[in-house]
Nanobody, 119 residues
Framework: QVQLVESGGGLVHAGGSLRLSCAVS????????IAWYRQAPGKQREGISC????????FYAHSVKGRFTISGDKAKNTVYLQMNNVKAEDTAVYFC????????????WGQGTQVAVSS
């Protein structure tokens, strides 16, 4: 059974940094791609990253491009979302999900981790 557990959320000042983790179990990162999403209060869930199935390149939403970076540690079977220069509008619940490419819907979801940015 595939499970994803996010962690690392919390309160951060605008302009600061935070690193979220997505620990994956039940499947190796060699066999799955991970996408990140977020949902701000009163808004629809927004996809912020996904990976291409052709060359494993990562796409970022315009709202986070240049500030957020995805990385992975296969030894820990964990994917990270490094958030730099955060803004108040980054306040949301962040989710990771299995998603084999940017052209298919996500499959399994984590429970989410809350990020609050104070201005």
């Amino acid at each position: 059974q595939v499970q994803l557990v996010e962690s690392g959320g919390g309160l951060v000042h605008a302009g600061g940094s935070l690193r979220l983790s997505c620990a994956v179990s039940g499947i190796s990162l060699d066999s799955v791609r991970i996408a990140w999403y977020r949902q701000a209060p009163g808004k629809q869930r927004e996809g912020i990253s996904c990976s291409s199935s052709s060359d494993d390149s990562t796409f970022y939403a315009h709202s986070v491009k240049g500030r957020f970076t995805i990385s992975g540690d296969k030894a820990k079977n964990t994917v990270y979302l490094q958030m730099n220069n955060v803004k108040a509008e980054d306040t949301a619940v962040y989710f990771c999900a299995t998603r084999q490419s940017c052209n298919v819907p996500p499959k399994q979801w984590g429970q989410g981790t809350q990020v609050a940015v104070s201005s």
